[in-house]
């Protein structure tokens, strides 16, 4: 039992029975489709389809089945790949550090080096600006993480903010 012969029975039914429109849809041949449905049938001691002559005509009561347990086992195929790629993909993409020139200069360039050697996948890249520029990229979705330090102003940038309003820094 394999996962190609559940992929040819799924696509038979697909193709309304049709073994070679189902064989175009999967990029084989007929005969290979015939070949491993029927090993399936064989494998599991009843038949799937019922038959005229060589064609199939419709799915067996166990057929039917059947075909609900491989559309199971097929999702949850299509979700391991999901889950594979999501944990696959979780080490790149994009982020976006909201800083002032000061600690663009003077702080960070150690902590970037090692981040990019930790994560070369992801794509860095520095926005610099006052901290009341800094809050406003983080308010608008332009950046996700802010480093600053409180300027001259007597202005706390963060107080506009609608996470941090009411506390007191």
């Given amino acids: 039992m394999n996962l190609h012969q559940f992929r040819f029975v799924r696509e038979a039914v697909r193709q309304n029975y049709n073994l070679t429109e189902a064989a175009k849809a999967l990029y084989t041949s007929q005969p290979g489709v015939s070949k491993a449905i029927i090993e399936l049938e064989e494998e599991l001691g009843v038949d799937i389809f019922t038959r005229h002559g060589k064609r199939i005509r419709s799915l067996t ?37 909201a800083t002032t020139h000061t600690q663009a200069r003077y702080a960070l360039p150690r902590v970037i080096s090692e981040f990019t050697k930790r994560y070369p996948k992801v794509r860095l890249s520095i926005q610099q600006g006052n901290p009341s520029q800094i809050a406003d990229m983080l308010l608008h979705d332009q950046a996700d993480i802010g480093i600053a330090t409180e300027g001259i102003t007597n202005e706390k940038p963060w107080s506009r903010c609608p996470a941090t309003s009411g506390n007191t820094w």
């Fill in 61 to 97: 009561e166990p057929g039917r089945r059947i075909l609900s347990s491989v559309e199971k086992i097929l999702q949850e195929v299509e979700s391991l790949k999901r889950v594979g790629m999501d944990y696959a993909a979780q080490d790149q993409g994009n982020f976006t550090i």
